[in-house]
């Protein structure tokens, strides 16, 4: 039986003493002689019943209460709260110099890789035709195109600076950089330079993707190997 269960019956014991003038049990007649030694009864039942309730819901707490997480070792690093990121964790630390690239200038060099695999459509007679697109992937451009910059120093400083941005505007810096194309003529309504064919954009998609996802490939290599690969 606990403490408190046991607290509980004797304080009700005494309670009912101190209040009953005569009180008859199997063992014989228990009373408490005088007015004050009954009230002194009630009172001292009514303090044990108190304690045997404080000390049941104390130990209804402590039950329910999560245990404390163990305190850190001397030397031990400290935990975070906040969620991990990949892209930051493969990068050589916060004491590495910081990149001074400007990571919006991703989208720049997919533009400029576009023009200058696919180039500018401009009428029906001269634009990026169906064959041109065949070409294309048979040569694996888009690919050859990543596998190039993979050994371009400005844009492996480009990467370390995307890495240093924030998990959410990093993410959507590189879902703008993988919609960076043109609009087709058919999308456009009109034939113009400012669009593409539909032979033209699947090609500047193709080059979107390549450069996103090698940078998604850096970006999973600390800073000091990304510096050997442009040697």
């Known amino acids: 039986m606990s403490f408190p269960s046991i607290t509980l019956i004797v304080g009700a014991f005494f309670l009912i003493v101190g209040l009953v003038v005569i009180f008859k049990t199997q063992y014989g007649e228990v009373s408490a002689t005088g007015r004050f030694a009954r009230v002194i009864l009630a009172v001292l039942g009514v303090v044990l019943m108190a304690v045997s309730v404080i000390t049941y819901s104390y130990e209804r707490a402590s039950q329910t209460q999560p245990p404390a997480p163990p305190a850190p070792q001397p030397g031990a690093p400290a935990l975070s709260l906040q969620p991990s990121d990949p892209g930051r964790e493969a990068g050589a630390g916060p004491d590495a110099p910081a990149s001074k690239a400007d990571p919006e200038k991703l989208i720049a060099v997919i533009k400029r890789e576009q023009e200058a ?93 390549a450069v996103v996802g090698k940078v998604k490939e850096l970006l999973q290599k600390p800073d000091a190997e990304l510096r050997k690969l442009s040697l």
Do not use: C, H
């Open 117 to 209: 695999e696919v180039g500018t459509s401009y009428d029906q007679y001269d634009n990026f035709s169906d064959d041109d697109l065949a070409e294309f992937k048979r040569r694996r451009k888009a690919e050859a195109v990543a596998a190039r910059l993979e050994k371009d120093g400005e844009f492996l400083d480009l990467v370390a600076a995307i890495r240093r941005l924030d998990m959410t505007a990093r993410q959507k810096l590189l879902d703008r950089a993988a919609g960076t194309y043109k609009a087709t003529w058919r999308q456009m309504k009109k034939i113009s330079p400012e669009g593409q064919t539909e032979a033209g954009q699947a090609a500047e998609k193709m080059i979107a993707a």
